[in-house]
């Protein structure tokens, strides 16, 4: 699934695009699962796997209008 900045999976480092859930595939000792992270946040390195971990949007945070 593709988002606004054109990728379609983080890496740790990489900043956030959108605040919603993200599934996050480790390299090798668990398996996938699901976080929510914050437009602006880092996406963190895993404490086993190091950088050997991805993210992937899979539902972001619905956008508001700026209209009142």
């Known amino acids: 699934m593709a ?4 990728k ?3 890496q740790p ?3 956030v695009p959108r605040s919603g ?3 996050v595939i480790h390299g ?3 398996p996938p699962h699901e ?14 796997c ?3 971990v991805k993210f992937e949007l899979v539902r ?4 508001q209008s700026s209209e009142k």
């Open 3 to 6: 988002v606004e900045s054109g």
């Open 8 to 10: 379609s999976a983080f």
């Open 13 to 15: 480092g990489d900043a």
């Open 21 to 23: 859930i993200y599934r």
């Open 28 to 30: 090798k000792h668990r």
């Open 35 to 48: 976080n929510s992270f914050l437009s602006g946040e880092k996406f963190p390195a895993c404490q086993t």
């Open 50 to 52: 190091g950088t050997d």
């Open 60 to 63: 972001g945070e619905a956008q």
